[in-house]
């Protein structure tokens, strides 16, 4: 069984720091490219960064580029997405997800993955305080 378990949400004020974590279990970790996602109520879920199975190729949409860094340790089996600058738009639920086949590229797995397949977190909750 997959499991796949977010870490490191919280109550940030506006310009501060977080970084998130997500380790998997249930898969080769190292073999797949993963992402991260993130859904606010009312609005569907989307790609915020995701990265190739050996990290070395990334993809951050608009919104995040220049604040957020994806990266992953594969001898860990641990994802992680480095927030900073947050402002108050950036709240959200953030998902970790992959979709366990290797067959998207990292722009691929954040534009137009079919968001009922793959593997995913539970989510973690990041609110940004004005």
């Known amino acids: 069984e997959v499991v796949m378990v977010e870490s490191g949400g919280g109550l940030v004020q506006a310009g501060e720091s977080r970084r998130l974590s997500c380790t998997a279990s249930g898969l080769a970790f190292g073999d797949f490219p993963m992402g991260w996602y993130r859904q606010t109520p009312g609005k569907g879920r989307e790609g915020v960064a995701c990265?190739?199975?050996?990290?070395?190729?990334?993809y951050y949409a608009d919104f995040v580029k220049g604040r957020f860094t994806i990266s992953r340790d594969n001898a860990k089996n641990t994802l992680y997405l480095q927030m900073n600058r947050l402002k108050p738009e950036d709240t959200a639920m953030y998902f970790c997800?992959?979709?366990?086949?290797?067959?998207?590229?990292?722009?691929?797995?954040?534009?137009?993955?079919?968001?009922?397949?793959?593997?995913w977190g539970q989510g973690t909750q990041v609110t940004v305080s004005s």
């Open positions: 990265v190739n199975r050996s990290g070395f190729v990334t």
């Open positions: 997800m992959t979709d366990g086949r290797d067959y998207y590229a990292a722009q691929g797995l954040c534009t137009y993955f079919p968001l009922d397949s793959g593997y």
